[in-house]
């Protein structure tokens, strides 16, 4: 199973991105999904969640201006980002909880991660 996340990049202080975030492989069912970031030097802390039911859940400091979603059918998660600002600017991780297909067997739920993907925002 892969995790490839894309959509970041540099943007203006008050300015919008979309993360995306797919899983791909032997998969049987995906269940909770979450998008994180990492400034160097610091943990990584998580950003918002959603479960395969599409209940979300935030930080504070997203709040009001991000929004996560996915779509299912590709099993794919998004980070709807708007009003950027400098504190943003981090490397953002995907995360999936995803239970396998082994033959005629399940196996897990694993956990997983996307390599990250870059997002600077300039003042």
């Known amino acids: 199973v892969q995790l490839q996340a894309s959509g970041g990049g540099l943007v203006q202080a008050g300015g919008s991105l979309r993360l995306s975030c797919a899983a791909s492989?032997?998969?049987?069912?995906?269940?909770?999904m979450a998008w994180f970031r990492q400034v160097p030097g610091k943990q990584r802390d998580l950003v918002a969640t959603?479960?395969?039911?599409?209940?979300?859940n935030y930080v504070d400091s997203a709040k009001g201006r991000f929004s996560i979603s996915r779509d299912n059918t590709k099993n794919t998660v998004y980070l709807q980002m708007n009003t950027l600002n400098p504190e943003d600017t981090a490397v953002y991780y995907c995360?999936?909880?995803?239970?396998?297909?082994?033959?005629?067997?399940?196996?897990?739920?694993?956990?997983?991660w996307g390599q990250g993907t870059e997002v600077t925002v300039s003042s």
């Open positions: 492989g032997t998969i049987l069912r995906i269940n909770d």
């Open positions: 995360y999936a909880k995803i239970l396998l297909m082994r033959g005629s067997m399940t196996a897990g739920p694993y956990d997983y």
């Open positions: 959603i479960t395969g039911g599409g209940r979300t």
